[in-house]
């Protein structure tokens, strides 16, 4: 783990003037202009990020269309991609320190979590893929004896990837080291404001050996590089975590430019459901707490919706509260912090209103729901729970990505089912129950792409992560996610 010594060290680094990473190096815009990096954790800017625009985006996907036609990457034995790749991975976990904070400066997160669900997490990331891609096997259709039926599994071409500020690297390395591993070059859009840490990633794979124009940054205004990347005629898959708003644009742009395939990890309203006989309430509240107030409650897989069952709501609300109030909000580069910045003036605004709305709404507000630590200058709002919360609430029917909770109450297995599922998302939720058969029924029953059982979080690459209904399509993580990357082709061979 990092040291508080390496910490202040870093803190204090001079960032600069961050340019566009195409072609293996760092370049100007093309109107030469830029964005400034303003830090949640003080409201002041540190650095500033080229403001790319379409005619960018068109260098990016020509370096890696040529890059790719060039086949030192695509055409590459998967044993010398494994070989660059995994190098890839050693030197992210190498510059962990580094990583870790400058991402922090740039959104906010605490640094206990973002050590560990950053830099490790992406070089985690990295090495698996490096792993598995050298055994991703091609078929032998079963066919007649005079004919010889192959299929082949060949890289799709020019990825575009399209991450949030959240956990730009993690989510970032989702995308990447698959697509990468798969043989395809990618052009990454990173979020406006956490960009500093993809394009420094950009940068280590270079170092490890990652030919020119085979991954590319190009940073700016979503408004403007994503739309040009979602409308790029020579971009064949668009990979994008965000909001559901956006995700529709990119089908359009699909459907607009050249039918480029579009892979969409959107929002969530996750249900966390605690039943009267959850092992152990104390945990489950200190857990509970956890899923939806850390870093600031900007998780797509957060807890936001929690269900309790009546035989034990005062008790476990009691244990909740208690919970909530021992967590630490603070600076984030500070590791005595449990809870870091919200991202951005802009999202404190945003979080604030749904606040405001609920309590008009008639939820009652039991802790929270102001913002704290004005001297800074910084972002910060303090964890915030309602209770009494009807369905019917825009509390419990849209995300805020921001740490605010709405608890519900309910009676029966069957009603908290109901209410789990009423809702336009399902991306995450939780069930926390000694029963086994309660659990396995929950499990079939909750419309959600992940359903954790007596813990919430935590699951590692080796399973996928991904939603049902509006909550998009498309898994990322696991070996499914190479899926995504890979085009099949048939060979008819009459012998």
């Known amino acids: 783990m990092i040291s508080q010594n390496a910490i202040e060290?870093?803190?204090?680094t001079e960032i600069g003037a961050q340019g566009l990473f195409i072609d293996g190096v760092q370049v100007e815009a093309t109107s030469g202009a830029s964005l400034p990096v303003t830090s949640p954790i003080d409201g002041r800017p540190f650095a500033s990020i080229a403001d790319g625009n379409a005619a960018d985006i068109d260098r990016a996907v020509k370096s890696?269309?040529?890059?790719?036609?060039?086949?030192?990457?695509?055409?590459?034995?998967?044993?010398?991609?494994?070989?660059?790749?995994?190098?890839?991975?050693?030197?992210?976990?190498?510059?962990?320190?580094?990583?870790?904070?400058?991402?922090?400066?740039?959104?906010?997160?605490?640094?206990?979590?973002?050590?560990?669900?950053?830099?490790?997490s992406a070089a985690g990331t990295i090495r698996y893929y490096a792993e598995a891609i050298d055994k991703v096997y091609g078929e032998i259709a079963p066919t007649a004896e005079n004919v010889?039926?192959?299929?082949?599994?060949?890289?799709?071409?020019?990825?575009?990837?399209?991450?949030?500020?959240?956990?730009?690297?993690?989510?970032?390395?989702?995308?990447?080291?698959p697509a990468l591993a798969a043989g395809n070059c990618v052009v990454v859009k990173p979020p406006e404001i956490a960009s500093l840490t993809l394009l420094r990633l950009a940068e280590l794979a270079s170092e490890a050996g990652l030919p020119a124009g085979v991954l590319n940054v190009v940073t700016g205004l979503g408004a403007v590089t994503g739309e040009a990347l979602g409308l790029h005629m020579d971009v064949d898959a668009i990979a994008f975590t965000g909001s559901g708003p956006v995700g529709r644009r990119l089908l359009e742009y699909s459907a607009r430019s050249n039918l480029k395939r579009v892979f969409l990890e959107l929002g969530g309203k996750s249900p966390n459901?605690?039943?009267?006989?959850?092992?152990?309430?104390?945990?489950?509240?200190?857990?509970?707490?956890?899923?939806?107030?850390?870093?600031?409650?900007?998780?797509?897989?957060?807890?936001?919706r929690l269900l309790v069952q009546s035989a034990v709501y005062d008790r476990f609300m009691d244990e909740l509260l208690s919970a909530t109030m021992r967590l630490k909000v603070g600076d984030p580069l500070d590791l005595t912090s449990d809870v870091g910045a919200v991202s951005s003036a802009e999202q404190l605004d945003k979080n604030?209103?749904?606040?405001?709305?609920?309590?008009?709404?008639?939820?009652?507000?039991?802790?929270?729901?102001?913002?704290?630590?004005?001297?800074?200058?910084?972002?910060?709002?303090?964890?915030?729970?309602?209770?009494?919360?009807?369905?019917?609430?825009?509390?419990?029917?849209?995300?805020?990505?921001?740490p605010v909770l709405g608890v519900m109450r309910f009676e029966t297995e069957e009603e908290a089912v109901r209410l789990a599922n009423s809702t336009i998302y399902g991306l995450a939720s939780a069930v926390w129950t000694a029963n086994l058969s309660t659990a396995h029924r929950m499990v079939r029953a909750i419309n959600a792409g992940v359903v954790?059982?007596?813990?919430?979080?935590?699951?590692?690459?080796?399973?996928?992560?991904?939603?049902?209904?509006?909550?998009?399509?498309?898994?990322d993580k696991s070996l499914h996610a190479l899926e995504k990357y890979l085009e099949l082709k048939a060979a008819w061979i009459a012998l």
């Open 64 to 120: 890696a269309r040529k890059a790719f036609e060039k086949g030192s990457w695509s055409r590459a034995a998967p044993a010398f991609r494994k070989k660059v790749l995994t190098k890839f991975a050693e030197l992210v976990e190498k510059h962990a320190d580094e990583l870790a904070v400058l991402g922090v400066r740039d959104n906010g997160t605490e640094i206990g979590m973002a050590y560990k669900a950053e830099p490790l």
């Open 148 to 177: 010889l039926g192959l299929i082949h599994k060949e890289p799709l071409g020019v990825v575009g990837v399209i991450v949030p500020w959240n956990f730009p690297l993690m989510i970032g390395a989702w995308k990447i080291a």
């Open 352 to 402: 604030l209103g749904f606040v405001a709305r609920a309590t008009e709404e008639g939820a009652r507000l039991v802790t929270g729901g102001q913002r704290m630590l004005t001297e800074t200058g910084g972002s910060y709002m303090a964890p915030t729970i309602f209770e009494n919360v009807m369905q019917d609430m825009q509390l419990a029917r849209e995300e805020v990505f921001g």
């Open 9 to 12: 060290t870093l803190r204090k």
């Open 273 to 304: 459901i605690v039943f009267a006989d959850a092992p152990d309430l104390k945990q489950t509240a200190v857990v509970s707490a956890n899923g939806i107030f850390r870093n600031s409650g900007q998780v797509c897989v957060a807890g936001s």
């Open 452 to 475: 954790h059982v007596n813990t919430y979080g935590g699951a590692d690459i080796t399973v996928p992560l991904g939603g049902v209904k509006q909550s998009g399509f498309g898994r």
